[in-house]
């Protein structure tokens, strides 16, 4: 018993309304780690098209998603290509219409303030329409709710909800929090997540270092 294969594009009885998304990623600046799932009902297929936003090739920057998020309909990923200058009195991108807009615009004006990679850890689940902006790091645990929107990096096992995104909750006591970003299940090989389902969907941490111990 190991579960589905990473490579399965429909992993939902084959239903098209679910893809493990890795599947589906073409771009070499998004990494999606195994058992990350999109859902929508119109096309999950286009994630990277429709819900990665202005990541430009020239920006460089990157999406890494780790294992076994779960991103629901409208999950999106604003880049840091969607950056305007803000050191003049205008924001407006006269260089990007050309026919002599371009001549004297000085690149460092926007490329000096980008914000780095946006990082999702492990075991994250986004809510319906959750919005994600530049450089930001959600970590291991997370839980972003429906319509929020993340302009700072949240914490492990955080919940975050509202615009911007505020900390409502901690999952779990820092000490327990601690102890599972310790344990990692997320790391097992698949077969070994099979064995202690149990512990993994359970709220016993005893059982969960046990089967940790065990291997």
Sequence with gaps: MHGPSPDTLHPFNGE???????????RPNIEVGDYTYYNDL???????????????????????IGRFCALAQGTTFIMNGANHAL??????????????????????????HLRGDTVVGHDVWFGTNSTVLPGVTVCSGAIV???????????????????????VRLRFDETTIERLLEIAWWDWPADRIARHLSAIRGADLDALEKACLDE
């Design 42 to 64: 119109d096309d999950p297929s286009q994630f990277e098209a429709r819900n990665v936003r202005y990541q430009f090739e020239p920006v460089g920057d990157r999406l890494r």
């Design 16 to 26: 098209p309304h679910t893809v493990f998304l890795k599947n589906v990623i073409t």
């Design 145 to 167: 709710g429906a319509h929020a929107v993340v302009a700072s990096d949240v914490p492990p096992f955080a919940v975050v909800v509202g615009n911007p995104a505020r900390v």
């Design 87 to 112: 050191t003049g009195f205008s924001t407006y991108p006269f260089h990007i219409f050309g026919n002599g807009w371009e001549e004297g615009f000085e690149p460092g004006t926007i490329f000096d």
